[in-house]
């Protein structure tokens, strides 16, 4: 036998021995086997063996705390997608319309497959690939599971045809077609209105002077997505709205980079592991800031701002450089770290460690945490202002449509101008300051 054969199998044998010990000394390991045994066999209805497997992964995963989850190989490859900022789909922006509990379609991308295939701005989704979709459920969460449910469906590998029934404005029969999805890139930074040329106008249509700039996550290319919007075109601006509500948060370098654009030095965020060890801290370098000191700034949060959302409000906030306006952030200070599965086809994500502010407090809200203890971000004192339920859909429903193109715009004649108090709020302190 050639040596080399010999060493390979030597080292084989010595790994399953090595793999053989360590199970052995977890007992658990033998009775987790026998309940899938027991359960395959004796159970009153058959159970594929993968739904077994991944349903005591999940349950692991969630007896850990709320941010930790096993991640099935459908949801691993959509979560790299947004954190990518790209995927595969066809090129329509989607807003809810309660009225008709359907999805509405109110932007079309340039050159994408939806645009190509004939979809059109304010066309209502009832079918995808034969399937109904409908958005009856009772409460704002319901509705939302189910229209990311349907955003599911849309999307898929690159090359694949979709099918998408839509009923159409002044059309008497519902219209299908078969689109063949590509690659999507995504925009994480958005303003408050749409151009003619379908470029964000960062500034409040109301209030000319103001600046506003919504960041909807913490992807790869936010900070330059950012960077461009912060050049307002150019223009003179007298202050401006960071908006971070409803942001989950995303990439923690992301928000590191973003901190990093408004202040000159100083702890950003550091992260503390088991124990109370630290282990890493993220400081501003000298010469990345672009924003004046002098520039008055407001950040918008509220109780769905999270995790990378809540390092750069509490950064801001600690450094004196904004005044945080809305309501306290949800309380998500901790890194989890995605370890792969089935050579990457699945992962679980699980806590790791948690972030802590520059002030030296912890973001994070744990288990047995009280509304009096330190967690989270909460308004500057006199800042606060709730927003809720019904309201809180209305608002962002809208914050949605006014990111219309104008043609779109123009045929939502129909949409009911809503109360945002917290924006107003952010309004009444730039123009006093101002």
Not at 94 to 113: C, E, F, H, M, Q
Not at 158 to 169: C, L, S, Y
């Amino acid at each position: 036998m050639p040596r080399r054969n010999l060493t390979i199998i030597i080292l084989a044998a010595i790994a399953s021995i090595v793999c053989y010990q360590r199970a052995d000394r977890n007992p658990y390991t033998t009775v987790f086997s026998q309940a899938l045994h027991i359960i395959g066999q004796n159970y009153v209805e058959e159970v594929e063996p993968r739904e077994l497997f991944e349903g005591a992964l999940e349950g692991m995963a969630r007896k850990l705390d709320p941010n930790s989850q096993y991640i099935p190989p459908t949801d691993y490859k959509l979560l790299q997608e947004q954190l990518d900022q790209a995927f595969g789909g066809v090129g329509i922006e989607i807003t809810s319309d309660k009225d008709a509990k359907r999805i509405k379609i109110v932007r079309v991308l340039n050159g994408t497959p939806a645009a190509k295939s004939g979809l059109k701005p304010n066309d209502l989704i009832m079918a995808i690939n034969g399937d109904d979709i409908l958005l009856d459920g009772k409460t704002v969460r319901k509705r939302m599971e189910q229209r990311d449910e349907a955003i599911k469906k849309m999307r898929g590998k690159i090359g694949e045809p979709v099918e998408i029934t839509v009923e159409r404005p002044k059309v008497d029969v519902p219209l299908t077609f078969e689109i063949v999805r590509d690659r999507i890139k995504t925009e994480s930074v958005m303003g408050d209105t749409r151009n003619e040329d379908d470029s964000w106008n960062f500034f409040l249509k109301d209030h000319p002077n103001i600046g506003y700039i919504r960041i909807k996550e913490f992807g790869g290319r936010t900070a330059a997505e950012l960077l461009d919007a912060l050049q307002f075109n150019g223009k003179a601006v007298d202050g401006f709205i960071l908006d971070l509500r409803n942001n989950g948060g995303g990439l923690l370098e992301s928000a590191v980079e973003v901190c990093d654009l408004f202040i000159d030095d100083g702890l950003i965020v550091r992260t503390v592991e088991r124990g109370g060890v630290e282990a890493q801290a993220w400081y501003a370098e000298s010469g990345n800031s672009v924003v004046r000191k002098d520039l008055p700034l407001v950040v918008l949060i509220n109780g769905h701002s999270a995790s990378a959302a809540e390092i750069v409000a509490a950064c801001l906030q600690d450094y004196d450089r904004a005044i945080v306006v809305g309501e306290r952030s949800y309380g998500k200070g901790t890194v989890q770290k995605i370890f792969n599965l089935e050579g990457g086809r699945s992962a679980m994500k699980i806590t790791t460690a948690s972030y802590w502010r520059p002030s030296g407090k912890n973001i994070h809200r744990g288990r047995n945490a009280e509304e009096e203890d330190d967690w989270g971000v909460r308004p500057n004192k006199g800042y606060k202002v709730k927003l809720e339920g019904e309201q809180l859909e209305k608002v962002f429903t809208q914050r949605i449509r006014r990111g219309a193109p104008p043609s779109v715009r123009a045929q939502d004649e129909e949409i009911e101008e809503v109360e945002d108090p917290q924006l107003n709020k952010a309004i009444e302190i730039l123009t006093t300051e101002n």
